[in-house]
């Protein structure tokens, strides 16, 4: 630090000498900045172009196949897959081409890194990961550069632990390797795509370590046509979200080190689980745990992964309180999904709440006895009925509707226009580009109106089980889908009139009193 003191001060005694005599400096210091800049940025340049690229695991992940739930038919394609490095010489004799790149391609959390780590561990492979943003700069050549030497830093790892074999794991390949001309005036993503399309060209099947390349991505459809031919990525192993049995599998998976309640129900979990990804369900049994040692338990009960799961489906309980009046309405609007939801799908009401939880005033969640993949107009009409069965209690009950049913009757409206667009309606096949909007229009309302109609007679017929409900649920906040059916199969002998429900003192609505009076 004391030299360049020295150096600094010296050279600003030589320069104001120099002004002195007289001497015309500019272009001296001129040149000195410009050869300061371009010394100190070929440093930051070399120092862009070194950045190391990947995590290199040094030893064998601990992760096996039989760690990652819920993925058998993709567990089964990848293990295929991988023969020819688990078993290299038999492969061989057979003639078996060695793949060089496998594509794991899904949504979201479900499980395609552990997939690619279990892909090391079951061929004792060395391992490399990346991200494809790692490879993307501004400058041009770091891209192919970060490329050659993710391949040779997996050829050094493999030799230094005397393994014959390497996967290298990029995640978010679409980043990577999207197509070609998509970034106007920027050759930078065009030139890594290539280097690596080069790469994996000259990968060999006499090479003193076998590289396969494994990519995940959740968009398959945003990559270079050039990369997903045969003799690049051989193969595309689907990484769906898991079913019914495979959701079992998981949360038996991630609650194995967890001390349960005996009443706790996994298969009844899976069920009201459907559409949830692994990562969902990891986080699922972290926050049952949570609630569990807030409250003081030494073990998770059925009612702690139930509220995980609210918590996970709808948010946070919120802090705001309606008024007794506004939780009179939901809990009419709630019980009138339910009790129409249960007349035509029973045994699919988990639960039924009134607490606040994210943009919701009150939820009914729903447990489907089998999963869906297939829906026919009843199933699609069916959901339309239940998504303005709210709306029609309101009304029943109160005379007018009220804002909660807005999401309720936009999804309603979709789902109607799906209707038509499939052609499930007495239109047949049409085209929304050449029919015009009135035809289309028309058949649209027509589907809700006859859905408006049997959900008027659904709740006509349930009045007086909506009104027992709605006490309910302002008394306890919630109900279990059991104790709703089990008021549903109730009898009232007589002709019953409609009475102004009274005011009943529930949790909830001695929190907005003590609210009101504070």
């Known amino acids: 630090m004391k030299k360049l003191e020295i150096l600094a001060g010296v050279a600003a005694g030589l320069v104001a000498f120099l ?43 601990q992760v096996t196949f039989e760690d990652v739930g819920g993925q058998r038919v993709a567990k089964r394609e990848l293990m295929e897959a991988l023969q020819f490095l688990k078993d290299y010489d038999r492969a061989r004799r057979l003639g078996i081409r060695p793949l060089k790149g496998i594509l794991l391609a899904g949504p979201p959390g479900t499980g395609k890194t552990l997939l690619a780590k279990a892909a090391a561990n079951y061929t004792d492979s060395a391992f490399i990961s990346a991200s494809g943003s790692e490879f993307i700069e501004v400058y041009a050549g770091l891209g192919a550069q970060r490329v050659r030497g993710l391949f040779e830093k997996a050829r050094k790892l493999a030799r230094s632990e005397r393994k014959t074999a390497a996967i290298i794991f990029i995640d978010e390949i679409e980043v990577l390797a999207g197509r070609r001309g998509a970034q106007v005036g920027h050759l930078e993503y065009d030139q890594t795509l290539n280097q690596l399309l080069v790469e994996m060209d000259g990968l060999k099947l006499d090479d003193d370590v076998r590289i396969l390349m494994i990519g995940a991505t959740n968009r398959p459809d945003l990559l270079d046509a050039a990369i997903l031919r045969p003799g690049r990525f ?39 689980t459907f559409g949830l990804s692994g990562a969902h369900l990891e986080t699922l049994c972290n926050e049952a745990a ?3 040692l807030r409250k003081g338990n030494e073990a998770i009960s059925q009612d702690d992964l139930e509220e995980a799961l609210d918590k996970i489906l709808m948010g946070e309980k919120l802090e705001k309180l309606p008024s007794p009046e506004e939780i009179h309405r939901v809990a009419v609007h709630e019980a009138g999904h339910a009790v129409v939801s249960e007349a035509l799908r029973p045994g699919s009401v988990a639960q039924v709440t009134v607490s606040p939880r994210g943009n919701a005033l009150g939820f009914v969640r729903h447990a489907p006895k089998d999963d869906t993949y297939v829906y026919p107009r009843e199933t699609i009409e069916e959901e339309i009925c239940i998504l303005i069965a709210g709306a029609g209690a309101e009304e029943m009950f109160f005379g007018s509707k009220s804002t909660t049913a807005s999401n309720d009757f936009q999804r309603a409206l979709d789902l109607a226009k799906r209707i038509v667009s499939y052609g499930m309606s007495p239109l047949g096949v049409v085209d929304r580009d050449t029919a015009s909007p009135e035809v289309l229009a028309k058949a649209t309302r027509e589907i809700l109106d006859r859905c408006h109609d049997r959900t008027a007679s659904i709740l006509k017929k349930h009045r007086m089980h909506i009104k027992e409900i709605a006490q309910a649920l302002m008394k306890r906040e919630s109900m279990p889908g059991d104790e709703l059916r089990s008021l549903l199969q109730r009898d009232y002998p007589g002709r019953w009139r409609w009475r102004k429900l009274p005011s009943y003192r529930g949790k909830l609505t001695r929190k907005v009193e003590e609210a009101a009076r504070g």
């Open 234 to 272: 051989d193969r595309t192993v689907r990484v769906d979200l898991p079913d019914r049995e495979g959701r079992c599998e998981i949360l038996n998976l991630h609650l194995k080190n967890k001390p349960l309640s005996p009443e706790v129900s996994i298969d009844t979990l899976a069920r009201e």
């Open 19 to 61: 002004a002195l005599r007289g001497l015309n400096l500019f272009p001296w210091l001129l040149l000195a900045g410009l050869t300061y800049f371009l010394v100190t940025s070929r440093g930051q340049l070399g120092d862009i172009g070194r950045k190391k690229v990947g995590a290199v695991v040094s030893h064998r992940p």
């Open 290 to 292: 949570i609630l569990a």
